[in-house]
Structures are given as C-alpha cells and as structure tokens.
C-alpha cells in the first residue's frame, strides 16, 4: 500500500523531461507548438480509452471523474435541503438573512457539479468508419451546422498524436498530461489531459495505433 502511495506522488511530481522535436524527423513537429494547447488539468485520471467497435474508440468520464462532479452537486443539494428543513421547521414566514450566504454557495456547488458532470462526460469519440472525430453527445451528422471547429475533425486531416506536460501550480502544485491531435498544417486540438501519467501513455499509445499516425510523447527523454 505504500509503495502505491509513493508511486502515485511521484506521477505527480516528476518534472517532464527536456527534449528537441527535431528528434521526430518530421518538419510538422518543428512547427507544432509543445507548449499546452489547453491550459489546466486535473490531478488524477478523468478519462479512459475504450474500444466502442471495430472502427471506433471513445474517451469515457472515469469512475473517480463522475464521482468528483457528483461531490459538488450531493454537497450543493444537501446545503440547499439543510437550509429549506431549517426555514420550514424554523420561523417560515419570515427570511432569515443569514441564510443568504450558505443558499448561494449552495446553488453554486450544485450547478457547478451539473455542469461539471454533463460536460465531464461527454463522449469523445473517433470513428474511422466516417472518418471523423468529435466531442459531444451528437456526433457530426446530427449537428454539424452547430459544431465548433475544436470539437469536429477530420481523420484525414490528423498526422500525429502529441502527449506533453504542464506543471500546474498552486496550494497543491503537480503535473498535468495533455493529449492532444496534431493536423497536417501543424495545428493542434486538445483530447484530454489529466495527471495519471501511465495511464494517458497507455492511451497515446492504443490511440495512435488505432489511428495509425506517430505518437509524439514529450514526456520521454
């Protein structure tokens, strides 16, 4: 158990590794940036590959991520409940001023968890069979005409899978791995980005098998 514990605190803690994209032999990593794409991150695990059929694979919300966005919308409900059981068992026909504070960080809490929890979870999805990647809950043929850019690509368009570090600082600082598509035209669109490091390199890895383009790990010296 501890010897899981220490492993854990070193995937959070190590300092990526210096590297030259020239290493790639590819003119399209000397014009990609390697700087995050997408800044921010989470400090462990919120998304996992899965093989959803022959031709399609998708990033599904984690069972700790759904757990996490559920926390803030039961604590939100709870502090909500709390104070309506008090108001209607209190002095009902009067509102106490003090319940101002707590109500609102109550609302808080609870859309942000809503919040947190539809878009944490929403599929993120590669589907060689049309050729196309996407984000959301309706795939490119139900919304195309509303689809943003970022969250709607063309396989053909991809040339490599890009997986970099971001060091996130604050009370508790650690590192983030972001996964991102780098395009022919060396643009690049985010995927995820979480703080589990093996587990997003086992990802890149089943990714870009899958799509059958280079994996460029900056994370390995």
């Known amino acids: 158990m501890f010897e899981k514990m220490m ?7 190590a300092a990526p590794v210096s590297f030259d994209p020239a290493r790639f032999g590819d003119p399209v990593a000397l014009q990609t940036q390697w700087t995050p794409a997408k800044r921010g991150g989470s400090n462990f695990r919120t998304h996992t590959l899965i093989t959803a059929g022959p031709t399609r694979v998708e990033f599904r919300a984690s069972a700790g991520a759904k757990v996490f966005y559920l926390l803030f919308f039961l604590v939100g409900s709870g502090v909500l409940v709390a104070l309506s059981a ?3 068992w209190g002095d009902a026909g009067s509102f106490n001023r003090g319940f101002l504070i707590p109500l609102l960080l109550g609302l808080i809490f609870m859309v942000l968890g809503a919040y947190m929890f539809l878009t944490g ?7 060689k069979g049309r050729g196309v990647f996407w984000k959301g809950r309706k795939g490119p043929d139900e919304a195309m005409d509303s689809r943003k850019a970022a969250d709607f690509v063309r396989l053909d368009t991809v040339h490599a899978v890009q997986l970099i570090a971001e060091y996130i600082s604050g009370k508790n ?6 996964l991102n598509l780098v395009l022919k035209d060396g643009n690049r669109v985010s995927i995820i980005d979480h703080g589990n490091l093996d587990r997003i390199r086992e990802d890149a890895r089943a990714l870009a098998l899958f799509l059958g383009k280079p994996l460029w790990d900056a994370t390995i010296g």
């Open 7 to 13: 492993q854990r605190l070193r995937m959070l803690t």
């Open 86 to 88: 008090a108001w209607f």
């Open 173 to 178: 600082s650690y590192y983030s791995y972001e």
């Open 121 to 127: 979870t929403a599929p993120i999805v590669f589907e």
